[in-house]
């Protein structure tokens, strides 16, 4: 008897807490789109590959384990807004502003947040980009910018690049691997 009074209350809760799981849930894996617009593009690129658009995954794109300080001294990012698809319609679901740093090392992402409502904890913060996330924008960014490897290299320096094996073996939660 005393089995079922807890396990009735505790069914009741979990059925309550479903709808609010499942609208969690629906929000994060890969969106249907996005949008990037920022320095050198003329127009926005539109991303609908469902395989390319996995590295653009809410929450795994923005490496929300990995916070960095506010870097608002940052200026001319790109823009990203991710849509996902409720019935059958596209809706801008957030949005991002990614900056890029040169290769070997992971750029920052500021995550303004969900444009539908606002108050998730991870909104309006500094994040460094997952290695998928940064090596996609990278290709992305070289294929539509042809003058964007070459301002990476003028920036940071060839001898630099040169003292890291020219794009990468750098050390720390920062780089990545354009093995990848």
């Not at 924008?137 to 040169?162: A, C, N, S, T, W």
Request: charged residues 25%; contains cysteine.
């Amino acid at each position: 008897m005393f089995k079922k009074m807890i396990v009735f209350p505790t069914l009741i809760l979990f059925v309550m807490a479903l709808p609010i799981v499942i609208k969690t849930a629906w929000a994060k894996g890969p969106p249907d789109r996005v949008e990037i617009s920022g320095p050198g593009l003329d127009h926005p690129i539109v991303i609908t590959d469902p395989d390319f658009l996995q590295a653009f995954s809410v929450y795994v794109f923005e490496n929300i384990h990995s916070t960095v300080d506010d870097l608002k001294f940052l200026d001319q990012g790109y823009v990203l807004t991710r849509y996902v698809e409720r019935d059958s319609e596209l809706i801008a679901w957030d949005e991002l502003v990614y900056y890029p740093r040169p290769f070997g090392l992971k750029g920052y992402v500021y995550y303004s947040g969900q444009l539908e409502s606002r108050g998730t904890p991870y909104d309006e913060k500094w994040y460094l980009v997952s290695t998928e996330g940064d090596v996609a924008m990278h290709r992305i960014l070289v294929e539509r910018i042809p003058e964007f490897v070459l301002k990476d290299i003028v920036e940071q320096g060839f001898r630099d690049y040169v003292r890291q094996g020219l794009l990468g073996n750098c050390r720390g939660a920062d780089c990545i691997s354009l093995s990848t």
